[in-house]
């Protein structure tokens, strides 16, 4: 398969009212879908992570309140749905942006046309995502291209962090556009895909859909990226994010910083693919944006498939110790080479330009 035939992380089915997630919890040793009938379930969805990544967290959260207002559309029930949403995860900015402009367009429709619009407001948001990961794909693809012509040919290498793929997003993810448009171009490449614990989004789902998609790529442990670095084994750097502030600062998965500083180190190129959507122009800088502290178990255990084809999660940590599980971190905009957006290759310190307020 080639990245243009990833399957659907969310969809509005039948009348375009049935919405069905790709249920990431299971993978990558089970490919599941699931039906999410209320906004219960939406909210469910997200804070347990059954879909993640920053807009694909804003495309659930729209969804789920376009499941509320089919039960009730009226003002006080839509606030209520929309701050159920918005508990379920503090990092991504998606989240309140996908929510915010809902909740704008529902609140200036009559009650008896505001299901229909709601589904017309997530159907929006799922597509113009889309395109903003195609328009990110073809930007940060040219840069792609340019080193690949400065190694004569040769391999290039891409480390990235965490899950920005297909998975995280409505259609070829952000980090991993100009890799899969790349790799569509025939432009020799290759991916060092960062394990990332606690979670293990990397080597569970990164290294899954670009294996699947016939990207060469090797999992690596969450702490050998500087080794690699040093080593001149990596070419750039490509990450997601959940925010960016409006001076630069890139809140991302936990470890990104430590990577950007072994990149600035090795004079590696530290890119970072976002959509305008994950850029807070209210928030100056990164100091303020929430991280999201989850729970310790997931740091003192880890889960994969035991040798009787079930899946276990054994502990790891001496009983008894405590863990910190800190979700996010925040690399600053210094370290930031450039931006990669839907609208161009841009100076993290000009974030705050690209969003426009109504
Ligand atoms: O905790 P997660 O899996 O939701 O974290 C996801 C990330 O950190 C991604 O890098 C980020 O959301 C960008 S997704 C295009």
Known sequence: MTAAEHLYTIQLLGTGEDVRILDQVFLPHALEFRDLKTCEEAAEAIAVMRVRGAPLIGATAAAGLALAARVDASDEALAAAAAMLRATRPTAVNLGWALDRSMKHLLETPVEDRTRVAYQEAAAIIREDAMANEAIGQQGMELIRQLSQAKGGQPVNILTHCNAGWLATTHLGTATAPIYLAHREGI???????????????????????????????????????????????????????????????????????????????????????????????????????????????????????????????????????????????????????????????KPGHAGDLVVSD
């Not at 990577?259 to 004079?267: G, Y």
């Not at 100091?287 to 997931?298: F, V």
């Not at 009787?308 to 600053?332: K, M, R, S, W």
Request: glycine share 10%.
């Open 188 to 346: 020799p490449i290759h991916v060092w895909v960062d394990e990332t614990r606690p979670r293990s989004q990397g080597a569970a789902l990164t290294a899954w859909e670009l294996h699947r998609g016939g990207v060469p790529c090797t999992v690596i442990a969450d702490n050998a990226g500087g080794l690699l670095m040093q080593r001149g084994q990596v070419d750039m750097v490509i990450t997601g994010a959940d925010r960016v502030a409006a001076n630069g600062d890139v809140c991302n998965k936990i470890g990104t910083y430590l990577k950007a500083l072994a990149a600035r180190e090795s004079e590696v190129p530290f890119c970072v693919a976002v959509p305008t959507s994950t850029i807070d122009a209210d928030m100056p800088d990164g100091g303020a944006i929430p991280i999201e502290e989850r729970e310790e178990r997931e740091v003192l255990t880890a889960t994969g498939l035991a040798g009787d084809g079930t899946v276990q999660t054994v502990v790891t940590a001496a009983e008894g110790v405590p863990g910190c599980n800190l979700a996010f971190d925040i690399t600053p905009a210094e370290l930031v080479t450039v931006l990669i957006t839907e609208c161009g290759l841009i």
